[in-house]
T-cell receptor, first 115, second 113 residues
Framework: NAGVMQNPRHLVRRRGQEARLRCSPM?????VYWYRQLPEEGLKFMVY????????ESGMPKERFSAEFPKEGPSILRIQQVVRGDSAAYFC?????????????FGPGTRLTVT | AQSVTQLGSHVSVSEGALVLLRCNYS??????LFWYVQYPNQGLQLLLK??????LVKGINGFEAEFKKSETSFHLTKPSAHMSDAAEYFC???????????FGPGTSLSVIP
């Protein structure tokens, strides 16, 4: 069973461009979470999605950031008009449906660099 | 609401010495508690988790943690440090099995030969 997959692993964008980060959850998992890790900081929750639904987006910046988890395909975190402050590692995690133990399985992350 | 504090952003121990990384949490509901490890430029790996079963939780790589409700603590220990234990360690809490996970700021562990 493959783990959580994220691509690309490294992404370089110039200021003003768009960044698209993709996350494929573990097989059978229907819950996806996105976290951001700024340099020298811990992980901060951004958004929690289930298929076709945003459950909790309390950690998402109000502008330029959006996320989706369509019925088919990976979850996408989209950052429009990137700025230098968006440079960070973005981690995706997934968890299975049904009663769980709260454990989330993390992907390797996408490291975004804005030049 | 949940929150996590980790005392000591950097901890250094000698190889073979006891490792103790401190974590205190705040939660308005019975918490789920976790310790994750992150090696440089990698993702997070779960070391262990507490989910209201035994208060002493054993994890991978010889680590264990004890849940103490009265102290709202979940400290991570390992009897004998190994060079390969050098990494960043994050304590985390969530309120339900599907809630977002709230991470502490992390503790960087260095192991001195």
């Amino acid at each position: 069973n493959a783990g959580v997959m994220q691509n690309p692993r490294h992404l370089v964008r110039r200021r003003g461009q768009e960044a698209r980060l993709r996350c494929s959850p573990m097989k059978g998992h229907s819950h996806v979470y996105w976290y951001r890790q700024l340099p020298e900081e811990g992980l901060k929750f951004m958004v929690y999605l289930q298929k076709e639904n945003i459950i909790d987006e309390s950690g998402m910046p109000k502008e330029r950031f959006s996320a989706e988890f369509p019925k088919e395909g990976p979850s996408i975190l989209r950052i429009q008009q990137v700025v230098r402050g968006d440079s960070a590692a973005y981690f995706c995690a997934s968890s299975p449906p049904g009663p769980g133990t709260g454990e989330q399985y993390f992907g390797p992350g996408t490291r975004l660099t804005v030049t | 609401a949940q929150s996590v504090t980790q005392l000591g952003s950097h901890v250094s121990v000698s190889e073979g010495a006891l490792v103790l990384l401190r974590c205190n949490y705040s939660s308005s509901v019975p918490p789920y508690l976790f310790w994750y490890v992150q090696y440089p430029n990698q993702g997070l790996q779960l070391l262990l988790k507490y989910t209201s079963a035994a208060t002493l939780v054993k994890g991978i790589n010889g680590f264990e943690a004890e849940f103490k409700k009265s102290e709202t603590s979940f400290h991570l220990t390992k009897p004998s440090a190994h060079m390969s234990d050098a990494a960043e360690y994050f304590c985390a809490v969530s309120g339900t099995s599907y809630d977002k996970v709230i991470f502490g700021p992390g503790t960087s562990l260095s192991v001195i030969p």
